[in-house]
């Protein structure tokens, strides 16, 4: 038997702005709020233990570091990348350049705190 990831924690100085973006990105729902101002995001119908990683915005005042050492990939799964990339832009996601050629086939961008994600090339089908 192996583990498999169940929750990415993210601090965030603005956990609900985080919560109410990464839930449009997914399609997530909001699961639960903490007394510490946490918020669990996860599919609706399944939540956490579901066969997706529910995602946990936790506060913080301490600054972003410069480069996170994990990043999101995500694909889109009912259109083409560029109609994606139109779509997540339009919930406040924003360009980022990191130092990409322009030849790859993934888009660069960054959630409306700054931590980059990338959306992928490929649609897969929806979990």
């Given at each position: 038997m192996a583990c498999r990831i169940s929750e990415l924690v993210i601090d965030a100085a603005?956990?609900?702005?985080?919560?109410?973006?990464?839930?449009e990105v997914l399609g997530y729902v909001e699961l639960s709020r903490e007394g510490d101002g946490s918020i669990e995001i996860g599919p609706p119908g399944t939540g956490f233990g579901g066969p997706q990683p529910t995602l946990v915005f936790g506060p913080t005042s301490?600054?972003?570091?410069?480069?996170?050492?994990?990043?999101?990939?995500?694909?889109?799964t009912d259109r083409n990348q560029d109609a994606e990339l139109e779509r997540l832009l339009a919930l406040g996601a924003?360009?980022?350049d990191i130092g990409q050629?322009?030849?790859?086939?993934?888009?660069?961008?960054?959630?409306?705190?700054?931590?980059?994600?990338?959306?992928?090339?490929?649609?897969?089908?929806?979990?």
């Open positions: 603005d956990p609900e702005r985080l919560a109410v973006f990464w839930s301490d600054p972003r570091p410069a480069k996170l050492r994990l990043h999101i990939d995500v694909n889109a924003r360009p980022v050629s322009g030849a790859e086939n993934w888009r660069v961008l960054a959630d409306p705190e700054g931590n980059e994600f990338c959306l992928l090339h490929a649609r897969i089908r929806p979990a």
